[in-house]
């Protein structure tokens, strides 16, 4: 199973935005869930953002209301919008589908 790949990451100061994007090679793309996880320094990987193949979401509390996931099912791919960034997110962020394949992670850095 190939890797999803993610693209996007970057430096952005308090209260930027980023578009992270994944593009996955998965077969059936539109019929599996996709997700986003990070882990942040000395912390265990935690979900962000999961989508299934009918386009609902599910958001943790700590990003509710910042970051909106989307699909777009003919080109195989995967965003996660992140909006009002805080020191707090600075973490890599990770791809996944429904597969259970993960892609290697971009990083993310949110600081002045």
């Known amino acids: 199973q190939v890797q999803p790949v993610e693209s996007g990451g970057g430096l952005v100061q308090p209260g930027g935005s980023l578009r992270l994007s994944c593009v996955d090679s998965?077969?059936?793309?539109?019929?599996?869930?996709m997700g986003w996880h990070r882990q942040r320094s000395g912390n265990k990987r935690e979900l962000v953002a999961t989508?299934?193949?009918?386009?609902?979401?599910f958001y943790p509390d700590s990003v509710k209301g910042r970051f909106t996931i989307s699909r777009d099912n003919a080109n195989n791919i995967v965003y996660l919008q992140m909006n009002s960034l805080k020191v707090e997110d600075t973490a890599v962020y990770y791809c996944?589908?429904?597969?259970?394949?993960w892609g290697q992670g971009t990083q993310v850095t949110v600081s002045t």
């Open positions: 996944w589908n429904g597969l259970n394949v």
């Open positions: 998965g077969i059936g793309f539109a019929n599996y869930s």
């Open positions: 989508i299934n193949r009918l386009g609902r979401t």
